[in-house]
């Protein structure tokens, strides 16, 4: 059974006070985004599922996903991120990587120290929400987590949210706190809106692009981000690029 939106703002608001919640205008809808290495993927024009941890399968109800994150590149693998808008409320959220639960990179706080039954895929199932909550949710959990939305988009890998979170995971790296998306079928890029292909190199941007027809919709979308303005890793890259879509060339500064 899915967590209505209802039911994880409860649990959110029963970690922390309620002046602590921001009552400005929600967050505009992040995109999602999915890294990749592989050129296979721009060739079929299809993100294929593949298979799930155990824990995580058994959770979500699927043996295989298509997985994004929200706002950012989390994965920390791939020289090209799909930014896009899927315009369907087919899939499910967590706010946390369910890869990193299922396979004991993040574990919740409580087990530390404890012999205590712990069911990885309890704790996944507890919080999996319907993908038509999703922007609701994001909007609700990065202003209680984080002074700023910027500051959710652009932390480092290892980074912790400003506040601990709700979850109480700790443990692994930023996958531990940042929203996933999960689909049960392939995501077929014709489909989707395709805002952006970021690649992390002008070498990488170019064997794309020779990897493509001369009339491929997707060729007008596919950039290489300065680190000059934008940041030294790619992931910081994306993070600024979702930044100033929402909030201006200044947007990192904004308190949003």
Same mark, same amino acid.
């Given at each position: 059974m899915l967590a209505s939106l209802e039911h994880q703002r409860a649990r959110i608001r029963g970690k922390y006070w309620e002046p602590l919640l921001k009552t400005a205008d929600p967050l505009p809808p992040l995109p999602l985004v999915?890294?990749?290495?592989?050129?296979?993927?721009?060739?079929?024009?299809?993100?294929?599922t593949r298979p799930s941890p155990a824990a995580a399968a058994a959770a979500l109800g699927a043996d295989a996903h298509a997985?994004?994150?929200?706002?950012?590149? +989390?994965? @920390? /693998?791939?020289q090209y991120a799909?930014?896009?808008r899927s315009g369907s409320n087919a899939g499910t959220y967590t706010p946390f990587d369910t890869g990193a639960?299922?396979?004991?990179? +993040?574990? @919740? /706080?409580?087990?530390?120290?404890?012999t205590a039954p712990y069911s990885p895929a309890a704790f996944i199932e507890q919080h999996v929400g319907?993908?038509?909550?999703l922007d609701e949710f994001v909007s609700f959990y990065v202003k209680t987590h984080f002074e700023s939305a910027p500051r959710y988009l652009r932390a480092d890998q290892d980074a912790s949210p400003d506040r601990d979170p709700y979850h109480g995971l700790t443990g692994g790296d930023r996958r531990s706190w940042t929203v996933e998306v999960q689909r049960t079928s392939g995501v077929d890029l014709g489909g989707v809106e395709v805002m952006l292909v970021i690649a992390e190199s002008t070498a990488d941007r170019d064997e794309l692009l020779?990897?493509?027809?001369?009339?491929a919709p997707l060729r007008s979308r596919i950039v290489a981000l300065p680190t000059s303005g934008?940041?030294?890793?790619?992931?910081?890259r994306i993070a600024t690029y979702v930044i100033r879509m929402n909030w201006g060339p200044r947007g990192a500064d904004a308190n949003v």
């Open positions: 999915h890294r990749t290495a592989s050129l296979d993927l721009f060739r079929s024009g299809i993100i294929a997985y994004f994150f929200v706002g950012v590149g +989390a994965y @920390p /693998k791939g799909i930014l896009c639960v299922a396979l004991g990179f +993040a574990v @919740p /706080k409580w087990t530390h120290g404890t319907p993908e038509a909550d020779d990897e493509l027809p001369p009339g934008y940041g030294a890793t790619f992931t910081e």
